[in-house]
């Protein structure tokens, strides 16, 4: 019966072994060969014999359904990572110990029959997923003795762990997501102007230039239309009808066309100024916010091909170091980087501006942007998700635990836990959307965010004294050389008889009454 068991085992190695070494050039990026291979190491487990709960020694009767661990207990080294595994230091023994992680070994607890003895497997370096595998066996000799069970945590299956120990299916599936730091919002003096692009904004001045100089052609005196709105003069008429094109547009109408020809030309501009006007008022609104500016970075894709002049902040201890060492050897990539003892110390570094963007997994940065980060819009995540993975328990390669295990697994997943769970801890699909960002959140709007209104109404104004100026200036000059007396009653000067005289034309126009 042993040799028959050491022989199954070797068979069974050997196909795991493959299907691993065929996954090696994807770096974990696909887990059908596990997958195929827990299948095949389950059909073999039921033809076993019975085992001892010994630590570290195989319990190759236990399937999932059919036997159980009666009641053993199984340590598990476990990796500080939230939101998968969080210690409270006020607790002592398991009570210690939650999170999603945790809370997916309790419910595997019920379906085996098992009890578990959490602890930390390296106080030094607790977020490092590399010290939990050592203690399973990971890089030890065939036989040594072994402190550990399980190791759990955030644990990547990744083809070369799968060389040194065995790992149940994979409860939860992710990838890496790139964290940037929020660009600063800075007001926009032009934001009035937004809600048009600068085309439109184009073709409205060129439509009031037109209509201004056909007002100017049909009901300027310069063309012989002698009852006009319009001031006297070439030069003053053209721009007064161009400001009464203008004000079609601000509402403030004080003219009004006297012949046919002007009045159809009206009708159709103020049609045209009422469509402008409300789409402008329509949009207004959400533009007069201070925006913020975009990230430079938008994906990892940005970060690879800058070939170095993005800046990286990654934890040591962890997977990361394999996937940068992969992307350079077979991608040709060159990446600048600043190892960091916790992922933590990686986002306060980008935080800090001490380097461009780090990386981590995704429901890692999930629940810390949700619930850890005292200033949800200080940092943001920027691109998909790459670098697909899953996470595992591993066993040492002399346990063939991992079975039951990956049929329990399968299970909770059936039953909807998993989903539940991830619910739980607000990660994945299910998880709610991160606070919105914004420096204005009362709905009001501030005095930086009308500053550049403010501004061009200034210049206006600015523009409307200095007219004002030079116009008294050229008045005075002209009274000043004008002969005094005449139709004017003591000095009324050219102003004055140029009106006496246009009075006269108009009541010589006027029909005369009809006496009875």
């Known amino acids: 019966v042993s040799e028959r068991r050491d022989r199954g085992r070797g068979g069974v190695t050997g196909v795991v072994r493959g299907l691993q070494a065929g996954r090696e050039a994807k770096m974990a990026r696909d887990h059908s060969g596990l997958a195929l291979a827990a299948l095949l190491c389950a059909l073999w487990a039921g033809s076993g014999v019975r085992g001892q709960p010994v630590l570290g020694a195989p319990l190759t009767n236990v399937t999932h359904g059919k036997f159980s661990f009666n009641d053993a207990?199984?340590?598990?080294?476990?990796?500080?990572?939230?939101?998968?595994?969080?210690?409270?230091?006020?607790?002592?023994?398991?009570e210690a110990f939650s999170g999603y992680t945790v809370d997916l070994l309790k419910a595997l607890a019920s379906e085996l029959d098992v009890e578990f003895e959490f602890f930390v497997a390296n106080e030094a370096e607790r977020e490092s997923s590399q010290k939990p595998l050592e203690l399973v066996g990971a890089g030890r000799a065939l036989g040594d003795p072994l402190e550990a069970h399980i190791a759990a945590g955030a644990i990547h299956i990744t083809a070369s762990r799968s060389k040194t120990v065995?790992?149940?299916?994979?409860?939860?599936?992710?990838?890496?997501?790139?964290?940037?730091?929020?660009?600063?919002?800075?007001?926009?003096?032009?934001?009035?102007?937004?809600?048009?692009?600068?085309?439109?904004?184009?073709?409205?001045?060129?439509?009031?230039?037109?209509?201004?100089i056909v007002f100017y052609a049909m009901e300027s005196p310069a063309f012989g239309q002698e009852e006009s709105d319009l001031v006297e003069g070439s030069f003053t008429g053209f721009f007064d009808a161009f400001y009464w094109s203008i004000s079609a547009l601000t509402c403030t109408l004080d003219k009004a066309p006297r012949t046919w020809g002007g009045k159809v030309v009206m009708l159709g501009h103020g049609w045209f100024m009422l469509i402008i006007i409300s789409a402008y008022t329509a949009n207004l609104a959400s533009f007069l916010t201070v925006t913020a500016q975009a990230p430079t970075i938008q994906s990892f894709q940005d970060?690879?091909?800058?070939?170095?002049?993005?800046?990286?902040?990654?934890?040591?201890?962890?997977?990361?170091?394999?996937?940068?060492?992969?992307?350079?050897?077979?991608?040709?990539?060159?990446?600048?980087?600043?190892?960091?003892?916790t992922w933590e110390q990686c986002m306060d570094a980008v935080r800090s501006g001490e380097v461009d963007a780090t990386f981590e997994d995704t429901p890692v940065v999930?629940?810390?942007?949700?619930?850890?980060?005292?200033?949800?819009?200080?940092?943001?995540?920027?691109?998909?998700?790459?670098?697909?993975?899953?996470?595992?328990?591993?066993?040492?390669?002399?346990?063939?635990?991992?079975?039951?295990?990956?049929?329990?697994?399968?299970?909770?997943?059936?039953?909807?836990?998993l989903t539940k769970l991830a619910k739980r801890y607000n990660i994945g699909p299910a998880a709610a959307a991160p606070p919105a960002c914004g420096t204005n959140s009362s709905g009001s709007f501030y005095i930086e965010e009308m500053w550049g209104l403010i501004a061009m109404t200034a210049v206006f104004v600015g523009l409307g004294i200095a007219t004002a100026l030079i116009e008294r200036f050229y008045k005075t000059k002209d009274a000043a050389v004008a002969p005094s007396g005449g139709g004017g009653g003591g000095g009324g000067g050219r102003k004055g008889c140029e009106g006496v005289v246009k009075e006269a034309k108009r009541a010589v126009a006027a029909p005369l009454p009809v006496i009875e």
């Not at 819009?377 to 899953?390: D, I, N, Q």
Request: charge should be negative.
């Open 73 to 94: 207990t199984h340590r598990v080294a476990l990796q500080v990572i939230t939101p998968f595994v969080m210690e409270d230091t006020t607790k002592t023994g398991n």
């Open 166 to 212: 065995n790992f149940a299916l994979p409860y939860y599936f992710l990838g890496y997501t790139l964290v940037v730091k929020v660009p600063p919002s800075v007001p926009n003096p032009l934001t009035f102007l937004l809600p048009f692009h600068e085309l439109l904004w184009a073709g409205i001045i060129i439509e009031m230039l037109v209509v201004g």
């Open 303 to 341: 970060v690879a091909d800058s070939k170095g002049g993005y800046t990286l902040a990654l934890p040591k201890g962890q997977s990361h170091e394999q996937f940068i060492k992969f992307e350079e050897g077979h991608y040709g990539y060159k990446f600048s980087v600043v190892w960091k003892d």
């Open 366 to 417: 999930e629940y810390y942007l949700s619930n850890t980060i005292d200033d949800p819009c200080a940092l943001t995540t920027v691109g998909s998700a790459f670098s697909p993975v899953g996470y595992g328990l591993a066993f040492s390669t002399s346990n063939t635990d991992f079975i039951p295990y990956s049929q329990a697994i399968v299970h909770l997943q059936e039953l909807g836990e």
